[in-house]
């Protein structure tokens, strides 16, 4: 596609449930990064792709974050078991580069899932 | 570890003013410094990056930045600011390190008043 398509925009989840955020990055980026925004706050990096392979996730607040790409396209954050300090936007990007050509490349962002735990 | 402070959570400004938002960085080896916009409901567009070339970056949209390592500074600027300019700002650094993500700022929401 064009740019980085995420779904759903908006998630409604009761504290308890569990949510699955989906990132669609530019066909061919090799680099997909996860971020969370919170309200009135900047992105703060949660997890990092290279293709399939997950190479940092420090960024994950706790064991109930987990992410996955099986075939280094499409991404997935699941959060189990929702708090409600975990709403906030999740941001996806994605990049044709990778190590230190990133920076060359650049990235490019979703519009992010706003995520309200009630 | 590497940060950034980004002066003044809100700046106002009037049209055909200049626009100075300000960066300052933390970082233990050369910084690659990045200004972001995001308006509402939409993702980060980059506005300019510095990656050690010339200090002095031109971005889209009449942006630039001065990166003054003596000062550990990137601040954004713009000489006239147009009411389309209203947006979050972000202010990003990372290193040279492979697959380092970007350390954000807590962002400046700046207004343009006619």
């Known amino acids: 596609g064009a740019g980085v398509s995420q779904s759903p925009r908006y998630k409604v989840a009761k504290r308890g449930q569990d949510v699955a955020l989906r990132c669609d990055p530019i066909?061919?980026?090799?680099?997909l990064f996860w971020y969370q925004q919170a309200l009135g706050q900047g992105p703060e990096f949660l997890t990092y792709?290279?293709?399939?392979?997950?190479?940092?996730k420090s960024g994950l607040p706790s064991d109930r974050f987990f992410a996955e790409r099986p075939e280094g396209s499409v991404s997935t954050l699941k959060i189990q078991r929702t708090q409600q300090e975990d709403s906030a936007v999740y941001l996806c990007?994605?990049?044709?580069?990778?190590?230190?050509?990133?920076?060359?490349?650049?990235?490019?962002f979703g519009s992010g899932t706003r995520l309200t735990v009630v | 570890a590497q940060s950034v402070t980004q002066l003044g959570s809100h700046v106002s400004v009037s049209e055909g003013a200049l626009v100075l938002l300000r960066c300052n960085y933390s970082?233990?080896?050369?910084?690659?410094l990045f200004w972001y916009v995001q308006y509402p409901n939409q993702g980060l567009q980059l506005l300019l990056k510095?990656?050690?070339?010339?200090?002095l970056v031109k971005g889209i949209n009449g942006f630039e930045a001065e990166f003054k390592k003596s000062e550990t500074s990137f601040h954004l600027t713009k000489p006239s600011a147009h009411m389309s300019d209203a947006a979050e700002y972000f202010c990003?650094?990372?290193?040279?390190?492979?697959?380092?993500?970007?350390?954000f700022g807590k962002g400046t929401t700046l207004s343009v008043s006619s």
């Open positions: 510095y990656t050690s070339a010339a200090t």
């Open positions: 990003a650094v990372t290193d040279n390190q492979a697959g380092t993500a970007l350390i």
């Open positions: 792709f290279q293709n399939e392979a997950q190479l940092d």
């Open positions: 970082s233990s080896v050369p910084p690659y």
């Open positions: 066909s061919g980026h090799v680099s």
């Open positions: 990007a994605s990049s044709l580069g990778q190590g230190a050509l990133l920076l060359n490349y650049g990235y490019t």
